[in-house]
């Protein structure tokens, strides 16, 4: 079993900023790509921002500039640092890990979501 654990999220005023943070635990004995994912509502969920191990970093474009993705491997939690958040950013996020168990299976696997509301 596998899980993933967000927090951070909230209501924040324009301008503001958020730090998401998701840890994955269970029967895991690798991990691959970590990533953040959003959905808004009436929308589609899109890529934030992911971090391949081994690759470079990539962000969606309404995000470059203003958010920052990182990874502490050694406690198997990804962060998402949010600076001078929009309106256009409020959405549910989802944190997402490419990885193996410790039966050998690749898959892949979400969080529960966090909402970020930007809101004045």
């Known amino acids: 079993q596998v899980q993933l654990v967000e927090s951070g999220g909230g209501l924040v005023q324009p301008g503001g900023s958020l730090r998401l943070s998701c840890t994955a635990s269970?029967?895991?004995?690798?991990?691959?790509?970590m990533g953040w994912y959003r959905q808004a509502p009436g929308k589609q969920r899109e890529l934030v921002a992911a971090?391949?191990?081994?690759?470079?970093?990539n962000y969606a474009d309404s995000v470059k500039g203003r958010f920052t993705i990182s990874r502490d491997n050694a406690k198997n939690t990804v962060y998402l640092q949010m600076n001078s958040l929009k309106p256009e950013d409020t959405a549910v996020y989802y944190c997402?890990?490419?990885?193996?168990?410790?039966?050998?299976?690749?898959?892949?696997?979400w969080g529960q979501g966090t909402q970020v509301t930007v809101s004045s």
């Open positions: 269970g029967n895991i004995f690798s991990i691959n790509r």
């Open positions: 971090s391949p191990n081994g690759g470079s970093t």
């Open positions: 997402n890990a490419d990885l193996i168990t410790t039966s050998g299976r690749w898959s892949s696997y």
